[in-house]
């Protein structure tokens, strides 16, 4: 079983940064593959990024490609999202997610989800 906990979300305008972390109890972290979700008020969980165990293979979703970036540390069994150039349609409750294997975009193939941060981006 994999605990995961999100921090670092909060309210900020357009066009600023966020950082996102996300802390798992599991020694083994480094075996999982990490994504990170976002959900807005009235619509579906959606993909927004993944890295593979070892950092090296990352994908995101076409609306933050060029302005979110994922990474991981595993000695601190941390993954991150940093957030730049923020737009209002961000908003959203962003959760991160764990599962054996490969990264993928498909969020029914993860095993493991945190509570979610709330990222408020206003106009």
């Known amino acids: 079983q994999v605990q995961l906990v999100e921090s670092g979300g909060g309210l900020v305008q357009a066009g600023g940064s966020l950082r996102l972390s996300c802390a798992a109890s599991?020694?083994?972290?480094?075996?999982?593959?990490m994504g990170w979700f976002r959900q807005a008020p009235g619509k579906e969980r959606e993909f927004v990024a993944t890295i593979s165990w070892g950092g090296g293979t990352t994908y995101y979703a076409d609306s933050v490609k060029g302005r979110f970036t994922i990474s991981r540390d595993n000695a601190k069994n941390t993954v991150y999202l940093q957030m730049n150039s923020l737009k209002p349609e961000d908003t959203a409750v962003y959760y991160c997610?764990?599962?054996?294997?490969?990264?993928?975009?498909?969020?029914?193939?993860?095993?493991?989800w945190g509570q979610g941060t709330q990222v408020t981006v206003s106009s």
């Open positions: 599991q020694r083994t972290f480094s075996s999982y593959a």
């Open positions: 997610a764990a599962r054996s294997g490969p990264p993928v975009v498909d969020t029914t193939r993860y095993d493991y």
